[in-house]
Nanobody, 114 residues
Framework: QVQLVESGGGLVHPGGSLRLSCAAS????????MEWYRQAPGKQRDLVAS????????TYADSVKGRFTISRDNAKNTVYLQMYSLKPEDTAVYYC???????WGQGTQVTVSS
């Protein structure tokens, strides 16, 4: 079955950077679009970024465009989210997902605070 394990979250000051990783298994990773979502306390889970199966196409939510970069390593079955210029409003639990499954991982907490 699909398994997704997110890591790399933590506490960072405003303006700081973090790189999230998501290790995927249980499906053919290469060729599948991967997505990053986030959910802040009391809010719905929102799509942050997506990347096509070969990595050639990416999309971003307006709120993170120019600050976040999604990438993938198909040899390692891993998708990344590099986050720069973090703001307090980026605080959330971040999840990765494949478009071929409704499964979610446990997420990784990102807290941006001074």
């Amino acid at each position: 079955q699909v398994q997704l394990v997110e890591s790399g979250g933590g506490l960072v000051h405003p303006g700081g950077s973090l790189r999230l990783s998501c290790a995927a298994s249980g499906f053919t990773f290469s060729g599948r679009t991967m997505e990053w979502y986030r959910q802040a306390p009391g809010k719905q889970r929102d799509l942050v970024a997506s990347i096509s199966g070969d990595g050639s196409g990416t999309t971003y939510a307006d709120s993170v465009k120019g600050r976040f970069t999604i990438s993938r390593d198909n040899a390692k079955n891993t998708v990344y989210l590099q986050m720069y210029s973090l703001k307090p409003e980026d605080t959330a639990v971040y999840y990765c997902k494949t478009t071929i499954s409704s499964s979610w991982g446990q997420g990784t907490q990102v807290t941006v605070s001074s």
